[in-house]
């Protein structure tokens, strides 16, 4: 596929990295239900916490492709690693380079740059999920600063966040209610904001999930990022690119549960001969590789539209969203291939079958994304841009 001599590079660090650094201790790190802490100053040396930012930022002023490369490449190891490295750029640090002051962007994304910590989004509610214009977490003006109460869940690098870009409602009254939302910065030592329940996964159990708690959080007011009431659209935008990143992380652990199966299919015999030589299997690996191929065009293709600067948000979810089913049935016919091995915790598919759930919610679910792709089809007809 068409990709720079930059990319090329870059992904040869990054499976260089993810083979040596990440894959001997993917299996530890779900058993033990948390990130091992010494990966982020590694990723760190290597510059993978700031690659699509401008050096002037502390970034490694690559492309969207080399981070959507990057993050690919670590999935195919580790789906908690490359889930980790994605909140954190395309949720935690994202919104604050396209829609934060150049005060705001001097103070925070070096250090998000540079993997002193991490960054973390938080827009989900207890009573707001696919609908996040039911948000809750309300902030009050307060003269000199704003008074944030109200409860985020299943947030994302949490544990390891420095800062958190949250959502909150700053007027009641507006109808639609996505018109009365705005966006913030907390930090973590702020007064009245919390950590709470860690949640115990299904998978990515090597990445962190928590609840952010709010209770009379005070905070500045120059903490407001974007316009005031405009937050829903910094949101929207945020999560329209951090499709691509998870298209990105679906097609990595995909690949990787396929990388197992092909290599596992030439070595496991019966009937005197290596599985791979069974008609049956053989439709498994071929319908794998070609739903991976198709997912690694989609997900290329709306990284090149982002990088170019066209309008990227259908691209984004048909990317996200078809990647994402291809992920979890490559990992099923993974652990199918492995029979009863694939049931084993030894066998790195196990993890990976479980892992791959998550790409059909996080971020949009399945039927969001279905819902997003058909309004941009009555909208704007098909195709809406020429193909390239
Ligand atoms: C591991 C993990 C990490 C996450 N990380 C983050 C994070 O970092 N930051 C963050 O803000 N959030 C995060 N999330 C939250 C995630 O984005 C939400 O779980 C997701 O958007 C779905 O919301 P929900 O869970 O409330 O489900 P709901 O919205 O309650 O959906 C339940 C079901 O109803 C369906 N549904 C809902 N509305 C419609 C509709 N209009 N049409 C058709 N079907 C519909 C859904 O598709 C789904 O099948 C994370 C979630 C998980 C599990």
Redesign the pocket.
Known sequence: MDISSENKMVREMARDFARGEVAPIAEKMDEEAKLDADLIPKMAELGFWGIPWPEEYGGAGMDVMSYIIAVEELSRADGSTG?TLA?HTS?GTYPIFAFGTEEQKQKYMPPLCKGEHLG?????EPD????AGGTKTIAVDDGDSWILNGT??????SEHAGTFVIAAVTDTEARPKTRGISAFIIERDDKGFSIGKH?N?MG?RG?S?TELIMEDCRLPKDRLLGELNKGFTVFMKTLDGGRISIGALALGVGQGAFDEALKYSQEREQFDQAICNFQGVQWMLADSATKLEASRHLVYHAARRYTRGDDYSREAAFAKYFAAVTCREVCNDAVQIHGGYGYIKEFPVERMYRDAK?ME????????HK?VIARSLIRNGYPAHDFE
Request: glycine share 12%; proline share 0%; net charge negative.
């Open positions: 889930i909140a949720l973390a989004m938080g827009l989900t707001a999920g696919s609908d985020k869940t299943f947030i994302t690098n949640e996964k990515l990445s999930t998550l919610i996080g971020e949009g679910t399945n039927e969001i819902l």
